[in-house]
């Protein structure tokens, strides 16, 4: 069956430091992946969505890759801040647009001022 | 606000009674989700409709659980009977039905039975 893997359930960071997380899948053989953020008691906020045929997509402090042949995206936040603290989900998909997400258990940041 | 609106934001209920959610999706979204999430878990997907069609249930959902979406528009999430495993957040999503998929949340409802 499909399972994803985020690396670890909390990942404490010290502020201005580059924050890297995890996102393992088996299983798949996804099109794209995309990242949301999820702040406690409110909905996912989708950030980035990286295609097969990327290596790297990059948003201001944000910067994803995605590797096919690991089966791994890597999720990271640069020059990282307070304000970055917050649940990270990965979301690989498939090819078929009509399939709903599914989900990693997500990883909580907490940057540490 | 134009985005994914969910009504009521808590509800608190006793073991056998029934509730209803309402979510109101973006207004161009053909496509409507529902999820439930649980403490320290990514949303679990129960449901989707295309327009009023619902094209797709989770084996997650019970025959306790039925949603509608009657328009195209809003969409409703019933519970009936409910057991104090349903307590959970209930995340409503919309899309544009586009391959990419990217889905846009609501707040969610969060269940609490008693």
């Known amino acids: 069956s499909q399972k994803i893997e985020q690396n670890s359930e909390a990942l404490n960071i010290q502020e201005g430091k580059t924050a890297t997380l995890t996102c393992n899948y088996t299983?798949?053989?996804?099109?794209?992946l995309q990242w949301y953020r999820q702040d406690p008691g409110r909905g996912p906020v989708f950030l980035l969505l990286?295609?097969?045929?990327?290596k790297e997509k990059r948003k201001e402090r944000l910067k994803v890759t995605f590797d096919t042949t690991l089966k791994q995206s890597l999720f990271h936040i640069t020059a990282s801040q307070p304000a970055d603290s917050a649940t990270y989900l990965c979301?690989?998909?498939?090819?078929?647009?009509?399939?709903?997400?599914?989900f990693g258990k997500g990883t909580r940041l907490s940057v540490i001022a | 606000d134009t985005g994914v609106s969910q009504d009521p934001r808590h509800k608190i209920t006793k073991r056998g009674q029934n509730v209803t959610f309402r979510c109101d999706p973006i207004?161009?979204?053909?496509?409507l989700y529902w999820y439930r999430q649980t403490l320290g878990q990514g949303p679990e997907f129960l449901t989707y409709?295309?327009?009023?069609?619902?094209?797709?249930k989770s084996r997650l959902l019970s025959d306790r659980f039925s949603a509608e979406r009657p328009k195209g528009s809003f969409s409703t999430l019933e519970i009936q009977r409910t057991e104090q495993g349903d307590s959970a957040m209930y995340l409503c999503?919309?899309?544009?039905?586009?391959?990419?998929?990217?889905?846009?949340f609501g707040a969610g409802t969060r269940l609490s039975v008693l």
């Open positions: 999503a919309s899309s544009l039905g586009r391959d990419e998929n990217i889905q846009y």
């Open positions: 299983n798949y053989s996804p099109a794209y």
């Open positions: 990286i295609r097969e045929n990327e």
């Open positions: 979301a690989p998909r498939p090819y078929s647009g009509n399939t709903p997400l599914v």
């Open positions: 207004s161009e979204h053909n496509r």
């Open positions: 409709f295309q327009n009023e069609a619902q094209l797709e």
